[in-house]
């Protein structure tokens, strides 16, 4: 099936603006466990979900997490948008305390890839790895 053959649902018009200056757009393996993730490890906030025609897929979320916009969406290999296992990139979040993130990210199912410790250029920084491959820095400021 092409794209030409495959009819998507109306895209509402009242999706909400996107946040910040570089937003990260992923394809992942199961988008509405993602959503359910990032809410458990990050707080994350559900702007928009907008359901693929069979039902299963989401072709479109939009999250905020920590001020931010992220988007993603699962993969349609019918539509050349297959999925591919993330690499070379990690998305960093800067926050208050970094120690309640990390707790709350590694309690919500996040594997520790590199541990927390104090760095030399002044914050407290750690990388976690989500269910979905997706690699996360977190930091703050050693107090």
């Known amino acids: 099936m092409s794209t030409t053959d495959t009819e998507f649902p109306a895209v509402p018009k009242d999706l909400p603006p996107l946040v910040g200056g570089v937003v990260p757009h992923l394809t992942l393996s199961d988008a509405a466990a ?7 490890a990050f707080g994350a906030q559900e702007l928009a979900r907008i359901p693929a025609q069979d039902g299963k897929r ?12 992220i988007m993603f969406n699962d993969a349609f290999a ?5 999925l591919v296992p993330p690499q070379a990139f990690a998305l960093h979040l800067q926050v208050d305390d970094v120690q309640v993130w990390w707790t709350r990210a590694v309690e919500a199912g996040a594997e520790v ?3 927390l410790q ?26």
């Open 113 to 115: 890839a590199m541990p």
């Open 78 to 82: 019918e539509c050349g948008q297959g």
């Open 118 to 143: 104090d760095m030399f250029w002044g914050d407290r920084y750690g990388q976690i790895r989500d269910p979905f491959g997706v690699t996360w820095s977190l930091a703050s400021p050693i107090r």
């Open 34 to 40: 993602a959503i359910d993730f990032y809410t458990r």
């Open 58 to 69: 989401l072709m479109h979320a939009h999250l905020r997490i920590n001020g931010s916009s």
